[in-house]
């Protein structure tokens, strides 16, 4: 499966071009938003590289969901999935090959944004120190166990849940905190915020960047909550596959 993933990205330039794209133009975007806001009259609100390290990260989330997905859905649109059923392939072994396709599609995109972020604004995620290995590891996992749980959904309603793949996550954007603390939502909203890996994990950032410190009690929490989530996005996808599998619905998914 990683081979025919990597010959799909050989034969076709535009499909790497698009793994950098959004990440950079998002990077772009709020880069020079930054910049500007650093040249206001109250800069010391915005501490420096909040901004592009918050869409950074975001991406990493993003990326990681949507690389997941996206190789499922273009098994989809392929018509391969009922002869990969066929095949001696194991359920484990696909979500296995989506993950590593997904953590390479994550490294390309998010690297070459943070490569122009350097020389564009000077940002150096290395400030981030070490946990910046662990904000990402957290990022991906949540991003896989959200994709999973797509998937899922997309085997049993096929492509008209195509949307879901990439607008998942948004729908849980506000709630992550990404460029603001959770304690800014309504008192209701925030034992649901606080239910989310990833707003740990944004947190931490906030606190790295303003404090030069790194909060390992927000870093286990993330990780405490990531484990039952990945485990459910797994068990959904092997649930769904083997129902697809069963009632034969594997042969009619497609475009």
């Given at each position: 499966?990683m081979?025919?993933?990597?010959?799909?990205?050989?034969v076709?330039?535009?499909?790497?071009?698009?793994?950098?794209?959004?990440?950079?133009?998002?990077?772009?975007?709020?880069?020079?938003?930054?910049?500007?806001?650093?040249?206001?009259?109250?800069?010391?609100?915005?501490?420096a590289?909040?901004?592009v390290?918050?869409?950074?990260?975001?991406?990493?989330?993003?990326?990681?969901?949507?690389?997941?997905?996206?190789?499922?859905?273009?098994?989809m649109?392929?018509?391969?999935?009922?002869?990969?059923?066929?095949?001696?392939?194991?359920?484990?072994?696909?979500?296995?090959?989506?993950?590593?396709?997904?953590?390479v599609?994550?490294?390309?995109?998010?690297?070459g944004?943070?490569?122009?972020?350097?020389?564009?604004?000077?940002?150096?995620?290395?400030e981030?120190?070490?946990?910046?290995?662990?904000?990402?590891?957290?990022?991906?996992?949540?991003?896989?166990?959200?994709?999973?749980?797509?998937?899922a959904?997309?085997?049993?309603?096929?492509?008209?849940?195509?949307?879901?793949?990439?607008?998942?996550?948004?729908?849980?954007?506000?709630?992550?905190?990404?460029?603001?603390p959770?304690?800014i939502?309504?008192d209701?909203?925030?034992?649901?915020?606080?239910?989310?890996?990833?707003?740990?994990?944004?947190?931490?950032?906030?606190?790295?960047?303003?404090?030069?410190?790194?909060?390992?009690?927000?870093?286990?929490?993330?990780?405490?909550?990531?484990?039952?989530?990945?485990?459910?996005g797994l068990?959904?996808?092997?649930?769904?596959?083997?129902?697809?599998?069963?009632?034969?619905?594997?042969?009619?998914t497609?475009?």
């Open positions: 499966m081979t025919r993933y990597t010959y799909l990205y050989l076709s330039p535009i499909r790497i071009l698009e793994l950098v794209y959004w990440p950079t133009f998002n990077m772009l975007i709020w880069g020079f938003m930054q910049e500007y806001l650093n040249s206001a009259t109250h800069p010391a609100v915005f501490a590289s909040y901004l390290a918050a869409v950074l990260l975001w991406d990493v989330l993003f990326r990681s969901q949507l690389g997941l997905t996206l190789g499922f859905v273009e098994e649109w392929a018509r391969n999935l009922g002869h990969l059923a066929v095949s001696p392939l194991r359920p484990l072994e696909f979500v296995g090959a989506l993950i590593a396709t997904s953590l599609r994550t490294l390309i995109g998010v690297g944004a943070g490569f122009l972020a350097t020389l564009f604004f000077g940002f150096n995620a290395l981030l120190g070490v946990g910046l290995a662990l904000f990402f590891l957290n990022l991906v996992i949540m991003g896989w166990g959200v994709g999973l749980v797509v998937c959904i997309l085997l049993r309603y096929g492509l008209a849940a195509e949307a879901l793949a990439w607008g998942a996550l948004f729908v849980l954007q506000p709630l992550c905190g990404v460029f603001y959770v304690s939502l309504p209701w909203l925030e034992p649901i915020a606080r239910a989310l890996p990833a707003t740990h994990v944004f947190e931490g950032m906030r606190t790295v960047v303003q404090d030069g410190r790194l909060d390992t009690g927000l870093l286990a929490q993330a990780f405490l909550l990531n484990i039952p989530y990945a485990l459910a068990a959904a996808f092997l649930g769904s596959y083997a129902v697809a599998r069963r009632r034969g619905l594997l042969m009619s497609g475009e």
